[in-house]
């Protein structure tokens, strides 16, 4: 295993009776990089992680952490693993400050000891120490989460859709945590079905029905979308996306917000000719603008090769 790279996954296979969660796949993480898995629920993320965790067996294929194998050295690889699963898992009978400390214990060490990288987290829900984990917020409750599977200084932090369920600003607060996180040197691998989250990361895997359709660099994948992309508005959204589905010269149209967003099968096609479609099927005050593709429309375009 090379010495700059944290996580190596070779040919991953798991299956539930009939059902393939995870199809063959290969993927590396470096020493102190952000990367993340983006897909929509049932995609395989969270079963991937769990077997990243020692928490599951792949039925083909290995897996090594830190030179680790998930299999063999489980017992030594969760020593250096940090890990805040989808759902909230801590003692909700318990307080911040009960919690923390119960986490740290478990791996022999305590909160005072390792301060410094939990702080800038922590310090939010330090007023409200004595409160039990069940009476938090959900932002409050991601932090305290965040914090317990710092608390012993992993190597390697594994968080699965840790901001799903919580608001905005508790999204955006966190993901500059992960940020400062970074800068500290440890590998953190984050999934997330949010797409706007995956421009966040230094390198984003783009995973569907367990099979991952990419692994590159945000701005790498947008580049390489390679085609003319649209956004199209006007009074009548959902007649709008019927009849630009309808329209001879449409690839994809799929709706984002008030807009539709709309590829074509030949970029020879001009926006003038878009509207006058438009306008004779009875659509008023037509707006077309070009754009440039976002994650969740390269992720769109990949699913129509699938």
Request: hydrophobic share 40%.
């Amino acid at each position: 295993m090379p010495t700059n790279i944290s996580i190596q996954a070779s040919h991953i296979t798991k299956r539930y009776g009939d059902k393939l969660a995870l199809d063959d796949i290969s993927f590396d993480v470096k020493k102190g990089e952000l990367f993340g898995f983006i897909g929509p629920d049932g995609a395989g993320k969270t079963t991937l992680f769990r077997i990243i965790t020692t928490l599951l067996l792949p039925d083909n294929g290995s897996l090594l952490v830190e030179g680790l194998d998930s299999d063999k050295d489980y017992v030594k690889l969760r020593k250096i693993l940090g890990y805040m699963p989808g759902r909230f898992s801590l003692y909700q009978d318990l307080t911040v400050e009960e919690n923390l400390r119960f986490f740290a214990g478990i791996f022999h060490t305590t909160p005072e000891a390792n301060y410094e990288l939990v702080k800038d987290i922590y310090s939010h829900i330090e007023p409200f120490k004595k409160r039990k984990a069940g009476k938090l917020s959900g932002g409050m409750k991601q932090k305290l989460a965040l914090s317990c599977a710092l608390i012993h200084k992993p190597e390697v932090l594994v968080l699965d859709e840790p901001t799903t369920g919580v608001d905005a600003v508790s999204r955006i607060e966190f993901w500059e945590m992960l940020d400062k996180l970074r800068m500290s040197g440890i590998t953190i691998i984050v999934s997330t079905p949010y797409m706007d989250e995956a421009s966040r990361c230094d390198r984003v895997a783009l995973i569907q029905n367990g099979k991952i359709m990419s692994i590159d660099t945000p701005d790498a994948i947008r580049r390489n979308y390679g085609r003319a992309l649209w956004a199209v508005k006007a009074d009548d959204i959902y007649n709008l996306l019927t009849d630009l589905r309808l329209f001879k010269a449409t690839r994809t149209a799929f709706p984002f917000g008030e807009h539709i967003h709309l590829s074509l099968t030949s970029d020879s096609v001009t926006p003038s000719e878009i509207a006058s479609y438009l306008k004779d099927t009875g659509h008023r005050n037509v707006q077309i603008t070009r754009i440039e593709p976002s994650i969740e429309d390269c992720f769109m375009e990949m699913m129509q090769k699938v």
